[in-house]
């Protein structure tokens, strides 16, 4: 059975004492088996006081960030992705020590709209910064999902079909693809074949409606998805990911475009979307899943 967690933001834009009690407690209360922390400043987690907070509620934690445009592994600048490797390197051992096993979201870009396309030196920089930082992470456990993200978001990949070919090139057993349902619903022809073609490399799933509000409510085709989810036997984690201008991350909302007032009562999302998925990860129920 897939652990099914909960992204940060739809609790609290940071990371601060209350802020991390607050998510930890509400994504416990709501049914779900781990959060999933936005690490764009390891260092501004306290590890040991959320590792205990995590142990207290026995929920799991994973981790996921988009680099910058001083930190883009996918920079010609060799400069650029030093900081990008070191930066990342930093998150991998933030994780291991809170016992996370998953780094995932735009790892080998930065998280924004580029004015230009992806050049090959790019390319090349960022898979050979991924394959050494897979090393890192395969020492500690840890699997490195690569986002596929929309066009607005990053140049070098936005489809299941582009995200493995960058995953071979890595040839990391612990380097896999990370499908988000609100991405695929812009970049992809449907909910079906990108989850095919992914097989075992599929290791992370985000779970987001085509605004990021509440599932149901918009365009994507989640009968679909989590049937074929099933069919392809994926039993890794499945994070519920929503935004809305009621929580206001300083790291994520003005790159994402959360201009939006999605909803505000986060307590009656999360519980939806808990059950939303609940039903639909049952492999015989129907398809009613509103
Ligand atoms: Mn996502």
Known sequence: MNHIGVHAAVWAGGWSDAERRHAIAESKAAGYDYIELMMFDPHAIDVSATRALLDAAGLGVTSSLGLRWDNDISSEDPAVVARGEALLGDVIATNAKLGSRYVVGVIYSAL???NQPATPRGRA?????????ARHAADDGITLGLEVVNRYETNLFNTAAQALEIVSEIGAPNVGVHLDTYHMNIEEDDFDEPVRICGDKLVYVHIGESHRGYLGSGNVDFATF?????????????AFESFSSAVVSPDISNTLGVWRN????????????????DR??????????R
């Open 262 to 277: 999605l909803w505000t009562d986060n307590r009656d999302l999360a519980r939806h979307a808990k059950a939303f998925m």
């Open 226 to 238: 989590f049937r074929v989810l099933n069919e392809c036997n994926y039993h890794g984690p499945i």
């Open 112 to 114: 924004g709209k580029y």
């Open 125 to 133: 920089n960022c898979v050979a910064a991924l394959r050494r930082l």
């Open 280 to 289: 639909l990860r049952t492999p015989s129920n129907g398809a009613r899943v």
